[in-house]
């Protein structure tokens, strides 16, 4: 076939066509010449059939002086003529992304519910004997000597173990029942014993007063009465 110098233009060189190397033999071989077309800005590429400039599709893009558009990522789009793609950060379940962040990594745990606490593996529930409140770090434990079932979700869930019989309770929790007082299990207050009974410090029940007991005989009723006195037989004598 006939020789063609390098860079020299085919039969179709007038729509600024060149070859890319010596000894064309083919006008297969003709390719636009990009230094002979102006170059296409961003968001558009070189149509090389035509020479001229066209927008890219939507979910492509281009930068200045491309020959095409690339497509988005699987988590990203874009409208036509678009010079990037937005990616569309997808954070795992029970995660979102702040407010102007675009980094997988910036994905962070929703706040977490009363009764419950932020860990790196997302909320956990606060265990017995503690509580929190919503959006909570970490959880609070009760006062010293109250406790809480788990999950709580206030101070107010904090509670005193329910007192035994003969306690009542209180603020500080339970305390003893006084003298001549008593009270069942779970009670928050003691009560009197009725007329006629009484009690010790500590008591579930009251129990009668016992009789006062007498010094006189005739009226002690725990000494015995005495015996009479047996009477002797006359003896009859013969005189």
Request: hydrophobic share 25%; proline share 9%.
């Amino acid at each position: 076939g006939a020789f063609f110098p390098e860079a020299v233009v085919s039969t179709q060189s007038t729509g600024g066509y060149t070859t890319n190397y010596a000894g064309s033999t083919s006008q297969d071989d003709c390719v636009l010449d990009a230094d002979a077309l102006p170059a296409c800005q961003g968001g558009y590429y070189l149509e090389k059939s035509s020479g001229s400039c066209e927008i890219c599709p939507a979910n492509t893009y281009s930068t200045a002086g491309s020959l095409y558009c690339t497509d988005c990522p699987e988590n990203g789009s874009s409208d036509a003529g678009a010079t990037e793609c937005a990616l569309q950060v997808v954070c795992p379940e029970g995660m979102y992304l702040p407010v102007g962040s675009t980094n997988v990594l910036e994905c962070t745990y929703e706040d977490c519910e009363a009764g419950s606490y932020l860990t790196e593996d997302g909320c956990q529930e606060c265990g017995e004997n503690t509580y929190s409140l919503e959006a909570a770090m970490e959880c609070t434990p009760c006062p010293e000597g109250k406790n809480a079932p788990a999950g709580s979700t206030s101070p107010d869930d904090c509670q005193y173990a329910p007192c035994e019989a003969g306690f009542y309770m209180t603020e500080d929790g339970c305390q003893e029942c006084g003298a001549n007082s008593y009270s069942s299990a779970s009670a928050i207050e003691c009560l009197p014993c009725p007329e006629g009974t009484e009690s010790q410090a500590g008591a579930n029940s009251c129990s009668a007063i016992p009789a006062p007991k007498t010094t006189d005989p005739q009226f002690d009723t725990t000494v015995p009465p005495p015996v009479p006195p047996t009477e002797k037989k006359k003896k009859n004598t013969m005189r």
